[in-house]
């Protein structure tokens, strides 16, 4: 099973579009975890494909003690205008890290209904290797209105108790964040969170899906990648913050099956006080 339209789009074919004139949208949706210590903005700043703006998950977001939770309409609407993206556009997002936020700004504006959003396989690391260039001046965009034409957070987007809620009723609840994490062995790179994951969750590390490239696999490696995943049952996806998930969303999505993401991720569920169930091991 695949999906008819991919939300994929390659080096190549995005270069061959924007060379033929077709009107597309660029946006760098990098976000790097706390550990890394990366500032993406200011690396954005340094290169980025020419034309793009920055979308900033962590600015984007509504006002939580979560991290970069999913935005409002409104706060969506604003940022976006911002950059001089309208509903009509076109729209392709990328990260300087291969395949990691980006499909979670791709989830972002499906949950407002723009679906003309592709995610660039392999980001801006497979743009370079294919020999394209950047810039390091950015584009100062037209601000316009972007007018959001769904609201499908109750579709795409779950909480801590729907999450519960799929556990208890045995539906897929799949997890991105690496093995490590999953079992309990690594640390978080967050303050305050314990080791482990949800009792009946299963662990689908988002690196799994991906070639040595950091490209999506193909829909048969994927599937194979994503056998663990009952598609029978409606599908939750989770990992440290919600970002990584919207890529196991995306990688589901190839293979034509919509799932929705928990925002709040362990960041919620696997806070000392939170008080949910957490187990170690496999």
Known sequence: MTNDRSALISATDLNARLQAGTPIRLV??????????????????????????????????????????????????????????????????YDQKNMFSAPRGWWTFRLF????????????????????????A????????????????????TDKDDVSAALAAGHSVADARPGGRFTGTDKEPRAGMRSGHMPGAVSTPLSSLLDQNGQLLAPEKLADALAVVDTSTPVITTCGSGVTAAGLSLGLYELGVESRVYDGSWSEWGREASGLPVVEGD
């Open 28 to 93: 760098d949706a990098t976000f790097y975890l706390p550990n890394e210590n990366k500032d993406a903005r200011a690396l954005f700043e340094q290169a980025h494909i020419p034309g793009a703006q920055f979308f900033d998950i962590d600015a984007v977001s509504t006002p939580s003690d979560l991290p970069h939770t999913a935005p409002t309409p409104e706060i969506f609407a604003a940022a976006v205008g911002a950059m001089g993206i309208t509903a009509d556009d076109t729209v392709v997002v």
């Open 113 to 136: 209904g723009h679906e003309d959003v592709l995610v660039l396989n392999g980001g801006l690391p497979a743009w370079r290797a294919a020999g394209y260039g950047t810039a390091d």
């Open 138 to 157: 950015p584009t100062r965009p037209e601000p316009t209105v972007y007018e959001v034409r769904a609201d499908l957070r109750s579709e795409r987007l």
